[in-house]
């Protein structure tokens, strides 16, 4: 598959994209309560087919939805981000009655999804989950709490992942589907820097049974992993989306304003300033498609290039909407300005999902493993001071 450019029928989607979430989607945003759960918004997203074309989606689409919802309508893309990222471990993992009784609802936008890994102490290191699951009766009771979970405490269900082995790591971790109105479990939201909600949940003895587990028990990390590799490119995808309108509103804006004689483009510390901007743009958007690609084609170096993808875009996105607001002046900080929205939008991605020093974490740990010998050669190298290019001896 090309990652360096889209097809005609791509590049004609995403313009559709675009333009339906600026016409039809963000209207709606507009009507939210901050820190609610938007439900007529994403009832459109159901109403029209883009939480079906959601689940149905391969990486490389799904970064193009989500990055052509951002530029429009940060909102849409979010509500159905959270959508795809609390219900792909049932996509993936779920039991058939699991997915006959939820992804109908789902897909309709009438049923509201969350993921609900980190916790108040476990947040980038994953595999310290704290929250318990204790055997009762032949299933569990869930003990403990989890924070920062988006969507909660108003979704309908969420994916938790709590501890069914002690001192197992990552390796006793179990997956678990629980219905928001089972007992014991309550929430609160919490006043975030987010347009959407955040909450905390607490867990006191909530009982889940066999039937409630999603995949298999003591599995449930590699059910988040493989939902976190999906996800993380597109989540550079929804920045580049928001680099991108930040970019284009750049390029009108210094076209249109005149100071010093002339428009603030024709002075070369603008100009450079925004052909710095696009090149960015440009280069976070081709690695996110090139491990978006590498996904579909189930690529060994997934996390990696996952990881890179995220980074990048994440760190990209900050950089070209701080650079947009400079260049607006004061008028970008006026309330309800597009870059004033952004500027708030653009903080979040590059911590949840795992932070930007996750990432390269992550980054250095593969380059390391696909690389063993590395460091030997190099000081080998380095002591003789020979070369190694010529053909080993049979």
């Not at 074309?53 to 052509?68: D, Q």
């Not at 629980?178 to 607490?202: K, N, Y």
């Not at 603030?264 to 960015?280: F, G, N, P």
């Not at 870059?339 to 380059?367: C, F, M, N, S, W």
Request: hydrophobic residues 45%.
């Amino acid at each position: 598959m090309p990652v360096f450019s889209l097809d005609p029928a791509q590049t004609a989607w995403c313009a559709q994209l675009r333009t339906l979430s600026a016409e039809r989607l963000r209207p709606l945003a507009e009507k939210s309560e901050p820190g609610r759960v938007n439900r007529p918004l994403v009832a459109a997203l159901g109403e029209l087919g883009l939480l079906q074309r959601l689940f149905g989606a391969g990486a490389l689409e799904l970064c193009l939805l989500r990055e052509s919802l951002a530029y429009g309508c940060t909102e849409a893309e979010t509500a159905l981000a959270l959508q795809g990222l609390g219900t792909y471990p049932v996509v993936q993992a779920g039991s058939a009655a699991q997915q006959e009784r939820w992804l109908p609802e789902v897909i309709a936008g009438r049923a509201v999804a969350a993921f609900a890994l980190s916790e108040p102490d476990a947040g980038s290191d994953a595999a310290a989950l704290a929250l318990r699951a204790v055997p009762d009766q032949g299933g569990w009771r869930l003990s403990g709490e989890k924070r920062w979970i988006s969507n909660a405490p108003e979704a309908d269900f969420y994916t938790v992942f709590a501890r069914t082995t002690e001192s197992a790591g990552a390796r006793g971790v179990t997956a678990f589907l629980v219905p928001a109105d089972r007992p014991g479990l309550s929430g609160t939201g919490l006043e975030m820097l987010s347009p959407h909600p955040i909450g905390a949940l607490t867990f006191d003895d909530v009982p889940v049974t066999p039937d409630d587990v999603l995949g298999e028990r003591d599995r449930g990390f590699r059910v988040a992993m493989n939902t976190l590799n999906l996800f993380r490119p597109s989540v550079g995808a929804f920045a580049v989306g928001m680099a991108q309108a930040a970019l284009d509103a750049t390029i009108g804006h210094t076209a249109r304003r005149t100071a010093f004689g002339g428009p603030l483009k024709d002075l070369q510390s603008v100009a450079h300033q925004v052909a710095e901007m696009a090149t960015r743009t440009e280069a976070a958007r081709l690695l996110v498609y090139a491990a978006a690609a590498a996904y579909d084609e189930g690529a060994a170096d997934v996390p990696k290039r996952s990881a890179m993808a995220k980074l990048l875009a994440t760190e990209t996105a900050q950089y070209v909407v701080d650079a947009a607001v400079q260049l607006h002046g004061a008028r970008a900080l006026q309330r309800g300005h597009l870059l004033e929205h952004l500027y708030r939008e653009v903080r979040a991605p590059r911590i949840y999902e795992g932070a930007t020093e996750v990432q390269r974490t992550i980054i250095a740990k593969e380059l390391y493993a696909q690389a063993p010998h590395t460091g030997e050669l190099y000081t080998e190298e380095s002591r003789t001071g020979e070369s190694r290019t010529e053909e080993p001896h049979a």
